[in-house]
């Protein structure tokens, strides 16, 4: 069956960096991409972008282009998000979640989210 | 990339059915048949419910069903339980390999 499970919560200092790290296991990594979904404290799920582990291509929101990071490591097969330059607004659950390739396919097994929190 | 519209809240007693809106424009919802919903339990990560419009995962209740309207997707839920209480996020394809959600919908079973 699909397990996704990510890193435990984070704390860090403004102007920090941070790195997620989610690990999927019971389907086939290739066939899938990983993307990654925030939400802020009582506030709504916002789209960050993904990482195709296929062809290690990605795409990133607007809105964190710049300042956010997706890797894969082939031999933890792991995916990874960075998000830099850290303020009290990232403060949010990140959850990962698995699609199969195509825009028509949803998000259909999730990470049980990582709570990071920005404070001095 | 804006946010799909969705009200803020609803509710029925249960046995009774409500539908939940969301709302886009023609550059996300109204432009493809790639709408999925979300129900998220206080705490918990969303869990998929409908994709691609109106269709269900296997172990969704019938009791779920999704359609669309120009711009306007919408999620019925009939026959209301108590577990139905929970919140609710759309979200569509925007073309470009980017994708938007809804505000949510916080629904309550009263």
């Known amino acids: 069956q699909v397990q996704i499970v990510q890193s435990g919560a984070e704390v860090q200092k403004p102007g920090a960096s941070v790195k997620v790290s989610c690990k999927g296991s019971g389907y086939t990594f290739t066939r899938c991409a990983i993307h990654w979904v925030r939400q802020a404290p009582g506030q709504r799920l916002e789209w960050m972008g993904w990482i195709n582990v296929d062809n290690v291509d990605t795409g990133y929101s607007p809105k964190f282009q710049g300042r956010v990071t997706f890797t894969w490591d082939t031999s933890a097969g792991t995916v990874y998000m960075e998000l830099n330059n850290l303020r009290s607004e990232d403060t949010a659950v990140y959850y990962c979640?698995?699609?199969?390739?195509?825009?028509?396919?949803?998000?259909?097994?999730w990470g049980q989210g990582t709570l990071v929190t920005v404070s001095s | 990339q804006s946010a799909l519209t969705q009200p803020p809240s609803a509710s029925g007693s249960p046995g009774q059915s409500v539908t939940i809106s969301c709302t886009g424009t023609?550059?996300?919802?109204?432009?493809?048949?790639?709408v999925s919903w979300y129900q998220q339990h206080p705490g918990k990560a969303p869990k998929l419910m409908i994709y691609?419009?109106?269709q269900r995962p296997s172990g969704v209740p019938d009791r779920f069903s999704g359609s669309k309207s120009g711009n306007t997707a919408s999620l019925t839920v009939s026959g209301l339980q108590i577990d139905d209480e929970a919140d609710y996020y759309c979200?569509?394809?925007?073309?470009?390999?980017?994708?938007?959600f809804g505000g949510g919908t916080r629904l309550t079973v009263l």
């Open positions: 979640a698995k699609k199969t390739a195509g825009p028509n396919n949803p998000f259909d097994d």
């Open positions: 691609e419009v109106s």
């Open positions: 023609s550059s996300d919802v109204g432009g493809y048949n790639y």
């Open positions: 979200n569509s394809y925007a073309g470009g390999n980017t994708w938007v």
